[in-house]
């Protein structure tokens, strides 16, 4: 795709990279200030959860960096029309080769997109956050490990692999395989709390009771298995 001529002669890369850098003029800020006042050798085993919110601020960064140097070269840019997605790019095959090397149309970064930062912080579901955490991996995790495992457990295999992919600290393990248990307890929770069948989600007394206690505390304890020494 980066090789395709029309991105190299007519389409601009600027509105793309725009909105990653209106990203980067409030996430750098955050991680330098939080990382100022909560430094990471002070915070581990901290009851001040404020000090976990400069690994987000720090990542939010890095991966708008990382997705505008992909911008730049061309990599993962096809036509909007072709409902590209994260790993697999265009999604219709039909669309994208009717389409492809026209300059009259519509480009997108869909394909390289690594963050949902409002689902992240804001989901209330856990499967929900991890999902639109670092795409991209989520995504081949779930296409080449997850999918092809036997289902009794895919889960933490899946989880076995992402730790892996990550190294061999034993405090990546110790994170990601509490996952599916913590899956699980939310999978039993959301029995006893349907979703209504008109609005299709859950009451918002629940919510948001969901969303800061347990759905954050559990997000907190995975990080925490980044910061051990």
Not at 219 to 225: H, I, K, P, W
Request: glycine residues 4%.
């Amino acid at each position: 795709d980066s090789q395709d001529p029309v991105l190299i002669t007519k389409w601009s890369p600027i509105p793309e990279i725009r909105e990653r850098a209106i990203r980067l003029c409030w996430s750098v800020p955050l991680f330098i200030i939080f990382n100022k006042l909560y430094p990471l050798d002070v915070s581990v085993f901290s009851r001040d959860s404020c000090r976990i919110l400069y690994i987000s601020s720090f990542n939010f960064s890095a991966w708008a960096v990382a997705e505008s140097m992909c911008v730049t070269l061309g990599l993962g840019i096809y036509p909007a029309e072709s409902n590209p997605r994260t790993v697999v790019g265009p999604t219709d095959l039909e669309k994208y080769k009717a389409l492809k090397g026209r300059s009259d149309i519509t480009y997108n970064s869909e394909a390289i997109v690594n963050l949902n930062i409002p689902e992240i912080e804001m989901s209330d579901g856990f499967r929900s956050g991890i999902r639109s955490w670092n795409k991209s991996v989520q995504s081949w995790l779930a296409l080449y490990v997850y999918s092809r495992a036997n289902r009794v457990y895919r889960a933490e295999l899946t989880m076995f692999v992402s730790a892996l992919w990550h190294g061999t600290y034993a405090g990546y393990f110790m994170s990601f395989l509490i996952v599916p248990m913590c899956c699980s307890v939310e999978d039993i929770i959301f029995k006893y709390i349907p979703e209504d069948p008109v609005t299709k989600k859950r009451p918002a007394w629940f919510r948001y009771l969901y969303l800061f206690t347990l759905r954050c505390r559990g997000f907190d304890m995975l990080a925490t298995g980044f910061l051990l020494k």
